[in-house]
């Protein structure tokens, strides 16, 4: 544990970080990225540009400064962030990279408001932070299903949506570096996890990673999962993109193993008295779906409301998919929500849930703010209400 000096100095100045930790973070990735310039192959440029990366940093400096004393209260928020850097194969030598930098950030923002007190304190409480890192992702390394990133053959491609596309991958049968003996029937894959991309588009001057949620956790035809194409709002999604375009039937793609803490709570998968409440948007259907095709195997006697939510008819994902699912449960409610013709999921819809429920989000990040905001101001607690955003974690403040 930090000193208890060190403690004291970092705690004080908890006001500083929450005025200028964005500006600490922002030059911290200039600087890295400067100095470093391969580690844009594993950072989201996307995140980046939209400040979501940053974000999501000071938030997560600024909750260890306050918890310093006691890292242990910020576990499930390491832990989701652990496993987002173990997909990536973010490693122990990357930590002493980003805490120069970090450290450099700090005195650079601040200036002689950063006096070697100030950094001789954070300099052990990162080092203090970055062990429990370490340490968690070591044991989550020990456990990965594969090593590193390992090539898979495409098999299937199908248009789920108008901008949606499922893949189904197994391992490939080549001499290609780090191929790997994997056994797609000895693989337990949990509903709401994702697998990582590893990409080279012909777009970038850099390789270019990414996280896409399970379809299913079935694995007879393969690995299954899904990916929208990202053009909205001006921007150009660089990997969504590139595999919609040109990932095609027979080529070959780089996967590091399944992560995530997104997950069914399995004291009340095979009870009936809480129901369970899926709500989704867009593709934030596909780790739903896998969930929903876990609890109708394990229960389907258990109460589902099913809730989501997209643009249009022809933007509706795994449409067939989930009715055929559904067909299983035994009590049920189904609602959709097509934005284009004015039907708003909104917080006054919200209060016709079911409470207590075991509830299931995902979505956009705008769509995740809002529906687990209403949902708080409706008194279901934290604890009842799972979540997976597509984008830094730490970035989707709860109250």
């Known amino acids: 544990m930090a ?10 100045t908890v006001p500083v970080l929450e005025e200028h930790g964005t500006a600490i973070t922002t030059v911290f990735y200039q600087n890295m990225f400067d100095e470093h310039p391969e580690l844009l192959d594993i950072f989201n440029e996307t995140n980046q540009k939209l400040g979501r990366q940053q974000t ?16 242990a209260t910020l576990l499930p928020q390491v832990t989701q962030i652990s496993h987002k850097h173990r997909a990536l194969q973010i490693l122990p030598e990357h930590y002493p990279i980003v805490g120069k930098h970090l450290l450099g950030a700090i005195k650079q923002v601040l200036g002689e408001a950063a006096n070697d007190d100030i950094i001789d304190a954070w300099t052990e409480a990162y080092d203090e932070i970055a062990d429990v890192f370490i340490q968690l992702e070591k044991g989550m390394y020990e456990q990965e299903m594969w090593q590193g990133f390992v090539p898979f053959t495409v098999t299937e491609k199908v248009a789920v949506a108008t901008d949606i596309a499922a893949f189904t991958v197994v391992p490939a049968d080549t001499d290609a570096e780090n191929t790997q003996n994997i056994d797609l029937s000895k693989l337990t894959l949990t509903a709401g996890q994702y697998i990582t991309v590893k990409t080279d588009p012909k777009d970038s001057d850099h390789l270019a990673l990414r996280h896409y949620s399970l379809c299913s956790t079935n694995t007879d035809k393969g690995i299954q999962f899904a990916v929208r194409r990202d053009n909205r709002n001006e921007h150009h999604g660089l990997v969504s993109n590139h595999l919609h375009d040109d990932l095609e039937v027979g080529d070959t793609v780089l996967l590091s193993a399944p992560a995530g803490d997104f997950a069914l709570n399995q004291d009340l998968v095979k009870q009936n008295e809480i129901p369970i409440v899926f709500i989704s948007a867009g593709v934030g259907v596909t780790p739903i779906l896998s969930m929903l095709e876990a609890q109708v195997t394990a229960n389907p006697q258990r109460p589902i409301v099913w809730v989501y939510a997209c643009q249009n008819e022809q933007h509706h994902a795994f449409d067939s998919q989930v009715n055929q699912l559904l067909e299983s449960a035994t009590t049920l409610e189904k609602h959709v929500f097509y934005f284009e013709s004015g039907q708003i999921l909104d917080e006054a819809w919200l209060a016709n849930l079911p409470m207590p429920a075991d509830i299931y989000v995902c979505g956009s990040m705008p769509f995740m703010e809002s529906i687990i905001d209403g949902l708080m101001r409706l008194d279901h607690g934290l604890d009842s209400v799972h979540y997976e955003p597509f984008g830094p974690k730490m970035s989707l403040e709860l109250s």
């Open 3 to 12: 000193s208890p000096k060190t403690i004291e100095i970092v705690k004080a």
């Open 56 to 71: 999501a940093l000071a938030m997560t400096v600024l909750a260890a400064a306050k918890h310093l004393e006691n890292l």
